[in-house]
């Protein structure tokens, strides 16, 4: 007897005479006697006008459906939201960036639960997409594939590929006097040639690797390029693909193991990836209910070199990396040298060791990768650090730094615009520790990304000589002496709050230290007499900075003290 693959839509299709008006619904939108015999297949469509990422994945959902329908199932096409941090970076807006990933888990949510979806596919592009898509798939545990949008073409300028943190940077080497104001134009134009996500390994292109680490991805679906056949072929099989998944019973808690979140760290590792990407692997976890913590980071980082020479910090861009072979090419090499788990299962229904059998090795005379034992860094490039400035945790990429430790004066500010002023007049000056508080999930609220400032700092020649600390986040694309995540945040009452302009503080990247030259006597004092700025009043960033955890938890909305959160949706 054929098995039958609808889960959960039977109650709809198979429900008798009281469901008549529940199908009568479905018939007006499209719907046929033999589709209600059929396993009903969402996708999760982010498409939006409002972001390069995303302008096209209209096109790539069409795809998803098609395929899921040539399998057998019922597709229907929802839509969700994206906000695009590239254009609200250094705005207010970019307070929603970070909230609008739990928007999107469950608005995801919302509509599979609320209309008896089987399984379902979703496509994701800006940053908070792919995320937010995966803690969805965690928490609803329905056979389900995620699809990257892709990366974008590099932009081309004298010659030269430049992306969206050229633009960032030029901003700083105008404000410096190195760039003049035509050239700075030409830029503008030039930096994003049409669709796709930014093009460095920043926090898109690292969630879409990690995605493809964690088996939830098809192999190479990370790095082909949003413009190109093959992302398009990614998309009709990812809709096959959740058929297959239904026929086999597999879910994503069947993928989303402790090992397979420690195969996701070591590629980020390898590649040299965002420091989101510590936030949003332990939001996945916390979904999916593995325990993984900064600890399990620190511990794969020391293990794991880099040998990927990619923006920020390096040459290369993600269409250079699909050109060298590709995400799976480099995880074969990490196979090889025994840093990965082959053993774990993907949403092709292999391990990775099956899928990367089947995998080329990286070409022949590429540069992008290097050797595993002639790499770019012994360790790993994301690092955790630790003291009486940030007790449970802060994190800094330090991939490319030529200075990975400095003891400096603080220069303290509650808000990131007053210190970009700051910058902007000169008042920052070498052998300084730019501070920016107030800025971490609950009292931002919505811990925004500090490219703007950091991509300033570059552009004036501070990029090393200034450290800047925040307990807000950074941008993948942000580089140089930057730690951000600093835990607890400030409005919680972490130690952050309690430093003061001239206080030092030093910061040893190496030994994963950061602590401020205040003693325990003296930070009590200032404690007894800090009063807790008011949260945000209402609207989303309302019950966002009253819902999220810490940084050092990955920022989940999901948390709620004293109660046990209870994984396992009831079926």
Request: glycine share 12%; hydrophobic share 40%; net charge negative.
């Amino acid at each position: 007897m054929e098995k039958d693959l609808r889960v959960k839509s039977k109650v709809i299709s198979d429900g008798g005479p009281t469901r008549v008006p529940n199908r009568a619904m479905l018939r007006a939108v499209g719907f046929k006697d033999e589709d209600f015999k059929k396993p009903m297949i969402g996708v999760a469509s982010t498409w939006s006008e409002v972001t390069p990422c995303n302008i096209h994945i209209d096109e790539l959902a069409r795809l998803a459906k098609q395929g899921a329908a040539e399998a057998g199932g019922a597709p229907l096409i929802f839509n969700t939201i994206t906000v695009s941090d590239g254009i609200s970076m250094g705005t207010e807006g970019m307070r929603y960036s970070l909230p609008s990933r739990d928007l999107i888990a469950d608005s995801i949510e919302t509509v599979v639960e609320g209309e008896s979806l089987d399984g379902f596919v979703a496509i994701g592009g800006c940053d908070k997409n792919i995320p937010g898509c995966l803690i969805a798939q965690a928490r609803i545990n329905l056979p389900s594939v995620f699809v990257y949008g892709g990366t974008i073409a590099p932009g081309k300028l004298n010659g030269g590929d430049i992306d969206v943190v050229s633009a960032f940077e030029g901003v700083g080497q105008h404000n410096a006097g190195n760039l003049d104001d035509e050239s700075l134009y030409k830029i503008e134009c030039h930096a994003c040639p049409g669709a796709g996500s930014c093009g460095g390994m920043y926090t898109a292109n690292t969630m879409a690797s990690a995605a493809e680490a964690l088996g939830m991805s098809l192999p190479y679906t990370s790095s082909n390029p949003a413009v190109s056949s093959a992302k398009k072929e990614d998309c009709l099989k990812a809709g096959q693909a959740v058929y297959r998944l239904l026929e086999l019973g597999i879910t994503p808690k069947d993928i989303l193991t402790k090992k397979a979140f420690e195969n996701a760290i070591t590629v980020v590792m390898a590649l040299g990836g965002s420091t989101n990407a510590t936030l949003h692997l332990m939001a996945i976890a916390t979904t999916a209910g593995v325990d993984l913590t900064l600890d399990d980071f620190n511990r794969i980082q020391k293990k794991v070199p880099h040998i990927a020479d990619m923006r920020p910090s390096g040459r290369y861009v993600m269409q250079d990396l699909y050109e060298a072979g590709g995400v799976p090419a480099v995880m074969k090499r990490l196979l090889e040298a025994g840093l990965l788990h082959g053993d774990c299962l993907t949403v092709t229904g292999k391990t990775i060791a099956e899928n990367l059998a089947e995998v080329e090795d990286l070409k022949e005379g590429q540069k992008v990768i290097y050797p595993i034992d002639q790499p770019l860094r012994k360790d790993g490039p994301l690092v955790v650090l630790k003291g009486n400035l940030a007790p449970s945790g802060a994190v800094a990429k330090v991939n490319g730094l030529k200075v990975t430790k400095m003891t400096g004066p603080a220069k303290v500010f509650d808000d990131e615009p007053s210190a970009t002023e700051a910058i902007l007049k000169g008042e920052i000056k070498p052998g300084d520790v730019l501070v920016i508080r107030y800025e971490g999930p609950k009292g931002g609220p919505g811990m925004p990304e500090m490219l703007s400032i950091s991509a300033i700092l570059v552009g004036k020649g501070l990029g090393e000589s200034v450290a800047l600390l925040t307990d807000g986040r950074f941008s993948g694309g942000s580089h140089g002496l930057v730690i951000g995540h600093i835990a607890p945040e400030a409005q919680a009452g972490g130690p952050i709050a309690f430093l003061q302009t001239g206080d030092l503080v030093s910061i040893d990247a190496e030994e994963q230290i950061i602590n401020m030259h205040v003693s325990d006597e003296e930070i009590a004092l200032r404690r007894e007499n800090w009063i807790a700025p008011p949260l945000h009043p209402n609207g989303t960033l309302g019950k966002y900075a009253r819902l999220v955890s810490c940084s050092s938890k990955g920022a989940v909305t999901d948390l709620f003290e004293g109660e046990a959160v209870l994984h396992t949706v009831k079926r």
